[in-house]
């Protein structure tokens, strides 16, 4: 397949996470988005608006200063002391308002970073508290574009955006009083033009809005590529797709500029449609004002304050398009934040849940039916229990549910029919935060934070000691290779673990695991990385640490749970099989048939 078309069928796997949304602008949103202002709202935005009343109250004024006062009376009148007050006034006014815009601008920028600040913690947070299938259905790097990029483009909305355009209507409003009171007919003359404009503008919006949007899901599917390129590198050079990889990244490269580029265009059209108006009504005014000062019905002052007045006038207009453009990127980002802020989770507490502050350990599943989606059903009528303290094993071929009922025990996801009870409570009843701080789950794909070998076992349970944080490690067997690392347990580690073996992340997560001294403990194929030697270390260790907690391990290897009390076997989410070892191989099933697989691959080996 040409790297073409190798484009055109990533493109429609990778597009299929993220949609435009597409619904009309409304301010019923943008009021939720400016809601994020409420709790600056007896200092910051108070302090702001203050210095814009100011610095629009000092615009208003000026002009009639120059034309009326100036002109019309002190240059008239050839009143030299008139003049000078009114020259110092004017002095002192311009001083006020470049002071006033020092702290409009400073206290602007600092509400804009608070409210920019509070929505992406808001966001973090909300996002960290969804189910695990809202992690299924999307990309990491889709979800980092969100609490990123999206909240990113609001920043110039919020630092200056909203108060300017309180400013800029106030300022509009006054100078429309103002103008008419000067002179009704020639404001009417001028302002005749408006109606044009506004057709034409309004004729964009759509167009603009749906623009922003485009770009925003490009955005998100280049920075999706990105993180999946840089998981994935190894594979990438593995398989010396470097070049079908790079065709790709600029297939989409080109598509983000593209949109960009589109949306830009289109933003540009409003300044030269200002400029245009601007023209015409100037034109307007001096054709139309010089006949009324040839005819006296305005002086030479009234001109000039109108010509002020209506250079100010055209000023906010062409920043209101800009705080317009603002707010329908602020629309765009919106939408796909408040997208995920209005996802609620899948698993969910009741209203008073139960606290567990202490668990004995004894899990049932009662009749239990779970399925991942409409065409896939994962457990089929799962019924089982282990007694408390017991070691439990799951086996069977990948895919038969064994993961599936470690995630329900987790309560990561919730059955789609049946009961899953620990200690005689159904686990929808329970406080997830008290459920889960008794269970700690080892898989064969750890993950390792970036940070300090300390750090990363210290996750297993914050507030404990230094001391317990180095018995956990000599527990599990890390001691050893800790010991050999340059720092030691102050060993920096990158993201994933880089620095460490496949052995030695699982030894780690070992140690992470039970530092947090669970009640329940679930192996995920957690010995599956590791080499014979350091299993045989673990499984010392274990016999010891699975001691009065219950264990629930899932593993292909079937040396790894020979010791367990019960072994559950799994067949396309049924149970098929139950008892201990002795008894499986003595029933000579599907498990017997396992286990000498296994050993007749070793033999052959």
């Known amino acids: ?68 006062y100036t002109l019309d009376k002190a240059v008239k009148n050839k009143d030299a002391a008139m003049l000078f007050w009114l020259v110092m006034i004017i002095a002192g006014l311009y001083t006020a308002a470049y002071i006033a815009n020092i702290f409009r601008i400073r206290w602007m920028n600092e509400l804009g970073q608070n409210v920019i600040y509070d929505l ?35 920043q110039e909305l919020f630092t200056n955006g909203v108060i300017n355009l309180l400013m800029d209507v106030v300022l509009l409003i006054g100078i429309f009083f103002i103008l008419f009171s000067l002179s009704p007919q020639l404001t009417m003359a001028v302002m005749i033009i408006l109606p044009i404009m506004f057709f034409i503008s309004t004729k964009l919006r759509k167009n603009i809005r749906r623009s ?8 998100s599917k280049l920075n999706s590529h990105l993180n999946e390129s840089i998981q994935g590198i190894r594979v990438t050079q593995a398989f010396t797709q470097e070049r079908e990889n790079m065709a790709f990244f600029d297939g989409v490269n080109d598509e983000t500029f593209q949109s960009w580029k589109s949306a830009s265009q289109k933003n540009a059209m409003f300044r030269p449609m200002v400029e245009l108006t601007n023209a015409l009504g100037t034109a307007v005014l001096i054709w139309y004002g010089a006949s009324l000062i040839q005819n006296d019905t305005v002086s030479l002052g009234v001109f000039v304050s109108f010509a002020f007045y209506l250079g100010m006038f055209w000023e906010p207009i062409s920043r209101l398009g800009q705080v317009y453009n603002q ?43 779970f399925s991942y989606d409409e065409n896939r059903t994962a457990l089929k009528g799962i019924s089982l229990e282990m007694e408390a303290g017991q070691t439990v094993a799951l086996v069977g071929h990948t ?65 404990a000691s230094e001391k317990e944080v180095v018995a956990a490690a000599e527990a599990v067997g890390a001691a050893d290779f800790i010991a050999k690392l340059p720092n030691g ?62 264990a629930i391990i899932i593993a292909h290897r079937l040396s790894t749970i020979r010791e367990s009390d019960n072994i559950f076997v799994l067949e396309n989410g049924v149970i098929k099989e139950r008892g201990n070892h002795h008894q499986l191989m003595e029933y000579q099933g599907e498990y017997h048939d396992l286990v000498k697989a296994q050993f007749n691959m070793l033999d052959v080996g």
């Open 1 to 68: 397949m040409s790297t073409k078309n190798n484009f055109q069928v990533l493109k429609r796997f990778h597009y299929s996470t993220d949609q435009i949304i597409d619904k009309p602008f409304n301010w019923k949103q943008m009021l939720r988005l400016f809601g994020y202002m409420v709790p600056y709202k007896k200092k910051l935005v108070p302090m702001s608006i203050a210095m814009v009343l100011i610095t629009t109250a000092v615009r208003l004024v000026i002009p009639i200063l120059i034309g009326i």
């Open 120 to 154: 992406r913690k808001h966001l973090f947070t909300h996002v960290q508290n969804l189910s695990h299938r809202f992690f299924d259905q999307r990309s990491a790097g889709s979800i980092l574009v969100r609490i990123m990029n999206d909240i990113n483009s609001l």
């Open 212 to 219: 922003w949007q485009d770009v925003r899901m490009k955005q």
């Open 327 to 369: 707010l329908l990127m602020g629309m765009a980002s919106s939408e796909r934040i408040f997208e995920f802020l209005d996802e609620k989770p899948i698993v969910s507490e009741t209203d008073h849940p139960i606290e567990m502050d202490t668990i004995h350990g004894e899990i049932k599943f009662d009749n239990v039916v």
């Open 399 to 463: 895919g038969s549910g064994k993961t599936t009922i470690a995630n329900l025990i987790s309560r990561f996801y919730d059955p789609t029919s049946g009961t899953v009870l620990i200690d005689g409570y159904d686990l929808k009843d329970i406080s997830i935060a008290s459920l889960r701080k008794h269970i700690s789950i080892v898989l064969q794909d750890t993950f390792i934070f970036s940070g300090t070998i300390y750090e990363n076992i210290l996750f297993g349970r914050p507030d």
């Open 489 to 550: 347990y102050q060993t920096e580690v990158e993201e994933r673990g880089n620095i460490l073996s496949v052995g030695e992340r699982q030894l780690l997560s070992f140690a992470r695991a039970l530092l947090a001294n669970p009640r329940i403990l679930i192996l995920d194929e957690a010995t599956a990385s590791i080499d014979t030697e350091t299993e045989v270390k673990i499984q010392k260790a274990l016999k010891t640490l699975l001691k009065g907690r219950t």
